[in-house]
């Protein structure tokens, strides 16, 4: 008998992807998602449908009712204001009542997804890991302190109440079906030319379809109340905004911005805000953490949940062909 999987977050970015894995798995799958919420990624697919809150016990209740797992993908990504009581209410507020539902009903895994961010980056040479001490705490960023939080609250269930978690981290995602859009928003605005510099900081990028076939082999694989990174590669802004203009056919951004001057930018936006009551182009957080080498290592992932590897230009590549196939930008702007 093919086992059912509950999928919060299902029409989400990672969560369109899960879905597609698992059918592809012979899984069958429930879609949790909020009332009235758009599902064009999941159109047409084989699956039942659990509207509701996820911070509601009821309406989580009846959908994970009859489930054998569940896989946590919903989560409120916003950078930008800052600081939110939303973000709060759903990734910690939302995240301890699927744990409580989930401990009553007795699933037979529970797959938390979280953020590289809760752990500590690293360098190049020398790039974090699970057991990297977390060194965000002075970001001020709801996204990532609430995602830390969440994550101790599923460790903690693990410990005390026996919850079979495994949690699994993404570093930065690119791929298609980015209906909202999300990281693929970068391409985008490269792709228009409105990327005038670069950061002095960097990231790890990771295919979209990799996070989640690792995902779903965490429904069977991986040790309980374990972390995992999934990442591919380590590159610097600089660097991935190259190769972006390059697979794009535009030119890249070639002035480097000085963290100083970022940071003057950042509190100007942050004034802007205060002020007007409306979040600015970016602000202070989100200018701290791209000054930043947000580095990271996946051994453990690839050794133990067999994370693919996709070449990032797959991802980029994949990425931009759904944009333009869906009307995201028009071929003849930005080009050289």
Not at 7 to 31: D, I, K, P, Q
Not at 90 to 117: C, D, K, P, Q
Not at 192 to 200: A, Q
Not at 299 to 326: C, G, M, N, S
Request: contains cysteine; neutral net charge; charged residues 15%.
């Amino acid at each position: 008998m093919n086992k059912t999987v509950l999928v919060t977050g299902a029409n989400g970015f990672l969560g369109s992807h899960l879905t597609r894995e698992l059918l592809s798995r012979n899984y069958h799958v429930r879609a949790f998602v909020r009332p009235g919420s758009n599902c064009q990624t999941l159109a047409g697919l084989p699956i039942t449908y659990c509207e509701g809150d996820i911070r509601e016990p009821d309406s989580l209740e009846r959908a994970i009712d009859g489930c054998d797992a569940l896989i946590h993908a919903a989560a409120l990504a916003q950078v930008n204001p800052a600081r939110s009581p939303a973000i709060w209410a759903m990734n910690l507020a939302g995240t301890e009542t699927l744990i409580e539902v989930a401990h009553r009903s007795r699933v037979n895994r529970f797959v938390y997804v979280g953020t590289a961010n809760v752990f500590g980056f690293g360098s190049r040479e020398n790039p974090g890991t699970e057991t990297t001490p977390f060194a965000g705490q002075g970001y001020g960023s709801d996204y990532i302190d609430s995602k830390r939080a969440a994550t101790q609250k599923v460790q903690q269930a693990v410990r005390e109440l026996g919850l079979p978690a495994v949690l699994v981290h993404p570093t930065f995602m690119l791929g298609p079906l980015d209906a909202k859009p999300t990281s693929g928003r970068m391409l985008i605005e490269l792709f228009r030319g409105k990327v005038i510099g670069y950061p002095m900081g960097g990231k790890n990028f990771v295919h979209v379809q990799d996070v989640a076939v690792a995902t779903v082999n965490a429904l069977t694989q991986g040790r309980i109340g374990e972390s995992y990174i999934l990442g591919n590669q380590n590159m610097s802004y600089q660097e991935s905004f190259q190769l972006m203009a390059g697979l794009l056919g535009v030119a890249p951004p070639r002035l480097p911005i000085p963290p100083d001057l970022a940071r003057l930018y950042g509190f100007l936006c942050d004034a802007w805000a205060r002020l007007t009551g409306h979040p600015g182009q970016l602000n202070s957080a989100m200018i701290a953490v791209a000054s930043d080498g947000h580095y990271f290592s996946s051994q453990k992932a690839i050794l133990e949940l067999a994370l693919p590897q996709t070449p990032i230009v797959e991802a980029i590549r994949d990425a931009f062909d759904w944009f333009k196939k869906h009307d995201y930008v028009t071929t003849n702007a930005g080009n050289k």
